[in-house]
T-cell receptor, first 113, second 112 residues
Framework: AQSVTQPDIHITVSEGASLELRCNYS??????LFWYVQSPGQGLQLLLK??????LVQGIKGFEAEFKRSQSSFNLRKPSVHWSDAAEYFC???????????FGTGTRLKVLA | DAGVIQSPRHEVTEMGQEVTLRCKPI?????LFWYRQTMMRGLELLIY????????DSGMPEDRFSAKMPNASFSTLKIQPSEPRDSAVYFC??????????FGPGTRLTVL
């Protein structure tokens, strides 16, 4: 079955600390992977995406993610979190040329001052 | 660029009433998507249009839901009659091509 798992529903970190949000997927075809961020009352904004090539991808707002095929993972990282990063983060997977994504259930990030 | 525009941002209605949600995609985008987000089910794709034509409506939960795209700059999602279990945030997204979607701010629907 095709699925995306974000095992952490909530994560709390202190401002300035590093962050890693986990994403594991199960997908039959070559996966195209995405991370979106949703701030309160807003729509989803694309942070970064991986299609092929270098398995470490850089995104907006200082985020990066690493694709590990052997672990079926696409974890999101940031070396130093800012209070404005508090939001909900969604991992998604799709196939090349697809319009249909499978979204994870999201991880809500809280940042302590 | 104004981004994807949705209206209204909030809608409160009573069970049995008709609800119409509206979306204006980004100019030049040829694909449009309607999603529903709930705590229980997460983000679900309801329907996908390409060049104003519905391509996949397999996610539409039941016949009470209908969607139209009369032209490239406007789409509606209608629920008739509405039920409390339809309460959710409804997102519209548009895309210039595959593997790229831009989301609107959403409409929070509450059915009493």
């Amino acid at each position: 079955a095709q699925s995306v798992t974000q095992p952490d529903i909530h994560i709390t970190v202190s401002e300035g600390a590093s962050l890693e949000l986990r994403c594991n997927y199960s997908y039959g075809a070559t996966p195209y992977l995405f991370w979106y961020v949703q701030s309160p009352g807003q729509g989803l904004q694309l942070l970064l995406k991986y299609f092929s090539g270098d398995t470490l991808v850089q995104g907006i707002k200082g985020f990066e993610a690493e694709f590990k095929r052997s672990q079926s993972s696409f974890n999101l990282r940031k070396p130093s979190v800012h209070w404005s990063d508090a939001a909900e983060y969604f991992c998604a997977v799709g196939a090349k040329g697809t319009y249909k994504y499978i979204f994870g259930t999201g991880t809500r990030l809280k940042v302590l001052a | 660029d104004a981004g994807v525009i949705q209206s209204p941002r909030h809608e409160v209605t009573e069970m049995g009433q008709e609800v119409t949600l509206r979306c204006k995609p980004i100019s030049g985008h040829n694909s449009l998507f309607w999603y529903r987000q709930t705590m229980m089910r997460g983000l679900e794709l309801l329907i996908y249009f390409n060049n104003n034509v519905p391509i996949d409506d397999s996610g539409m939960p039941e016949d009470r839901f209908s969607a139209k795209m009369p032209n490239a700059s406007f789409s509606t999602l209608k629920i008739q009659p509405s039920e409390p279990r339809d309460s959710a945030v409804y997102f519209c997204a548009s895309s210039p091509g595959p593997n790229t979607q831009y989301f609107g701010p959403g409409t929070r629907l509450t059915v009493l």
